[in-house]
């Protein structure tokens, strides 16, 4: 149990701060250069917190528990990445299908971020779970 609640907590933490840093200085311009009026001018907060809760129990389900299962920061790693591949992309490539504005290299972009905010957060999380639980990963 301590090791599933290290990890979370670490998850939260890495995923929120690598995510904050990405919309904070790249992103926010990339997107707004590109699909800029398809933005709103403030962010609707409650579907922005919504999305990370039930994002980060997706990565704690499907990946979280595999990585700390086998003790592999890689296993999360590569579980992660793919989780954020197949979220971002469907929320990317629907867009693409529906709205006139969408951008391909958006599209590229953002499921390129995904998969990597997804899999390092992932892979910090399984190896701090283990370390300080002092269960080798």
Do not use: Q
Not at 8 to 22: R, T
Not at 57 to 78: E, M
């Amino acid at each position: 149990m301590k090791l599933h609640v290290i990890a979370c907590a670490v998850l939260v933490i890495c995923f929120s701060a690598l995510d904050f840093i990405w919309l904070g200085t790249v992103a926010f311009p990339f997107y707004e250069a590109r699909i800029g009026a398809l933005l709103l001018a403030e962010p609707e907060w409650s579907a922005a917190f919504s999305f990370y809760g039930l994002y980060l129990i997706g990565i704690y389900v499907f990946v979280i528990r595999a990585g700390l299962d086998r003790r592999s920061a890689r296993i999360a790693a590569l579980r992660g990445a793919g989780f954020g591949l197949f979220a971002y992309g469907t929320y990317d490539l629907t867009n693409m299908a529906t709205l006139a504005g969408w951008s391909w290299a958006v599209v590229a972009v953002d499921m390129v971020w995904g998969m990597f905010a997804t899999g390092l957060a992932s892979a910090i999380a399984v190896l701090a779970a283990c370390r300080l639980s002092s269960r080798p990963a």
